[in-house]
């Protein structure tokens, strides 16, 4: 007999189980671990070559000096060897071949996972010891683009999310079936998201350095600061900048914005 197929409704403690005691299964695997194996490998794989699934990682963001908002940013879209709440593990090496084959343009960056919403390129895809680094620039002329790289900035959009397809031949099972290691991947799409499913990887940095005149728009929407009294703060604020060589986080300059506003209120 061969193995037992899923069912569409099929969960999979019920499928589990019905393969676990499966007569052709105990006899071609007497061993219960090996047996469990192939039943949970059966019904994990049932959709995976027809569909897309997703490694999603946390970001933490700190802001670079230079140069007008470009809407870049850099970060890791993955990291190696670490368990994401799926249980899914992604190996070293499981990049290249789709790297190679589609280059960076050929991956899109979309906003949670969305298929209709595409926010910008990447330049850049490269695997190095850590994980999957990337460099990519949000379309600043889109609405869109211009939300997520505003919302990067203050943390409030912090995470990145792999979307792939990975065949049988790309992953393999440990701990019982509950890891899977994920070893060679199609690499489709990295997304900017809410809400990751893994803690590690980060976005690095955001080009986040303003004009002036882009200062005192933002002081008088944000902070609610006059004409006059925005153009003091932008001043102070991009002296204060020009002042430092090394990263300005996010977090300096939140405490620089209102230490200023304190000072002109009161």
């Known amino acids: 007999m061969p193995i037992p197929t899923p069912r569409n409704d099929e969960s999979e403690d019920d499928f589990i189980g019905r393969c676990m005691s499966n007569p052709s299964m105990t006899a071609d695997y007497e061993e219960s671990d090996q047996r469990y194996a192939v039943c949970i490998s059966t019904f994990r794989e049932k959709d995976t070559k027809n569909s897309t699934e997703y490694f999603s990682v946390d970001a933490e963001i700190k802001t670079i000096d230079g140069g007008q908002d470009k809407g870049e940013f850099t970060g890791y879209g993955s990291v190696f060897g670490n368990k994401d709440l799926g249980n899914d593990i992604v190996m070293p090496g499981a990049f290249s071949k789709s790297i190679l084959q ?30 999957l680094k990337v460099k990519g620039r949000l379309a600043m002329g889109t609405q869109r683009g211009r939300e997520v790289y505003e919302l990067m900035k203050m943390g409030a959009l912090s995470g990145l999310s792999i979307g792939y397809r990975v065949d049988s031949k790309g992953y393999s099972y440990e701990d019982n079936g509950r890891k899977r290691l994920l070893k060679d991947v199609d690499l489709m799409e990295i997304s900017a998201v809410t809400f990751p499913m893994n803690t590690r990887a980060t976005i690095q940095s955001v080009k986040a350095t303003k004009t002036i005149r882009e200062w005192e728009e933002l002081l ?38 209102n230490n200023l506003t304190n000072i002109i209120n009161n």
């Not at 604020?237 to 300005?248: E, F, N, P, W």
Request: no cysteine; hydrophobic share 35%; glycine share 8%.
């Open 102 to 131: 589609k280059g960076a343009r050929g991956v899109k960056m979309l906003y949670q996972h969305k298929a209709d919403e595409p926010i910008g390129v990447y330049d850049e895809i490269v695997e190095d010891k850590k994980g």
């Open 220 to 257: 008088r929407d944000v902070a609610g600061l006059s004409r006059s009294q925005s153009k003091i703060t932008a001043s102070a604020i991009m002296k204060s900048l020009k002042q430092r060589d090394a990263d300005v986080t996010i977090q300096d300059l939140i405490n620089r914005l």
